[in-house]
């Protein structure tokens, strides 16, 4: 790997790390992009659940008093369903369709809020949303904004969202890294990064989770709904025109 690219895999997970820590899925959505741009996909998936499951378990940590376990737990069960099905399916996308549904995921938070009946803390809900999200992550690479949708109307504050959230997706995660893991293991971790940059993109993408929940702490629950949206949408935007000419340059 070239030395660029590894110190921008470095810098991108604390960067990521940060915005994740204040909106609660803008991080991933971003990271997973620029690391595709660098990475073969398989290898995408790996790191980035590998720095995801690190920066989501840290921040869980930081702000464990606010997590819902409850919600965790049918969500945890779930999740590992849905990894058994997709590793079933061996399915990989390709770089093209990878940005696709990468733009398309962030235009989940414009739907109307009334055509919205789901409640994360509700048991049924919190497992349909391990199912669903999980298997968007494993075939996506992301699946913030459609794990958003079922913390819309609950009456949970902005902490309590973040970090039930970030303990949810410790599973999306994990689920992601065994499954795409598996085969780059069997192969000689061809295409992963080296050790030495996880080494220093682990500490930093904890040190961006730190400094992302005091920039939370100052915001108030009207700006941290509103800035969300607005935020992956415009990246979301901007995959979509990264999959366009990937797609005509072929």
Known sequence: MAATSAFFIILMAFV????????????????????????PVQAAFVTHGLLQLVANGWRAILHRKFVRW???????????????????????????????LLGLVPFLTWLPQSWIKLDAAKPSQAFLSGLSVTGLNLTAGVAGPLLDIFFVRTELTRHA???????????????????????????????????????????????????????????????????????????????????????LAK
Request: hydrophobic fraction near 60%; avoid cysteine; charged fraction near 10%.
């Open 161 to 247: 969202i973040v970090a039930t959230k970030a303990a949810t997706q410790v599973f999306a995660h994990l689920a992601k890294v065994l499954v795409y893991g598996a085969p780059i293991l069997a192969s000689g971790t061809k295409g992963l990064p080296a050790v030495w940059v996880f080494a220093l993109a682990i500490p930093l993408s904890m040190l961006g989770t730190v400094a992302g929940g005091r920039i939370l702490d100052r915001m108030s629950d009207v700006n941290f709904k509103r800035w969300t949206r607005w935020i992956v949408t415009a990246v979301g935007v901007s995959y979509l025109v990264q999959a366009a000419q990937l797609m």
């Open 16 to 39: 990521t790390a940060t915005l994740s820590g204040v909106f609660g899925m803008a991080g991933g959505l971003v990271l997973m992009g620029a690391l595709a741009l660098v990475l």
């Open 70 to 100: 409850d919600i965790v737990g049918w969500y945890g069960l779930a999740s590992v369903l849905a990894g058994v099905a997709v590793s079933l399916l061996r399915f990989t996308p390709s770089k093209p369709l990878l940005f696709l």
